[in-house]
Nanobody, 123 residues
Framework: QVQLVESGGGLVQAGGSLRLSCAAS????????MGWFRQAPGKEREFVAA????????YYADSVKGRFTISRDNAKNTVYLQMNSLKPGDTAEYYC????????????????WGQGTQVTVSS
């Protein structure tokens, strides 16, 4: 098991940037694939980005490709989501998640979740 804590959310104008961080506890962080998901009010949770344990494989949702960048620092037990060119449609609660296997874009396959951080993009 790994405990996850997100930070870095906030209110930003359209076109702006934010960087989310997800700090993980435990000594086995480097063995976990990590994902970012988001959920807007009244909508289902959706995949945003995922990164393999080594960082060698990365997936993005089409809606964020070219604007968001996922990365990880295994020495710091942290995964990041750099979000640029933000749009009002990006407004949501953002969650990081971990799984001890290959990365996935399916939330059902992730065993560990953070509490979320709110991102609000104003027009």
């Amino acid at each position: 098991q790994v405990q996850l804590v997100e930070s870095g959310g906030g209110l930003v104008q359209a076109g702006g940037s934010l960087r989310l961080s997800c700090a993980a506890s435990g000594r086995t962080f480097s063995s976990y694939a990590m994902g970012w998901f988001r959920q807007a009010p009244g909508k289902e949770r959706e995949f945003v980005a995922a990164i393999s344990w080594s960082g060698g494989s990365i997936y993005y949702a089409d809606s964020v490709k070219g604007r968001f960048t996922i990365s990880r620092d295994n020495a710091k037990n942290t995964v990041y989501l750099q979000m640029n060119s933000l749009k009002p449609g990006d407004t949501a609660e953002y969650y990081c998640a971990a799984r001890r296997r290959a990365l996935s874009d399916q939330s059902v396959y992730y065993d560990n979740w953070g509490q979320g951080t709110q991102v609000t993009v104003s027009s």
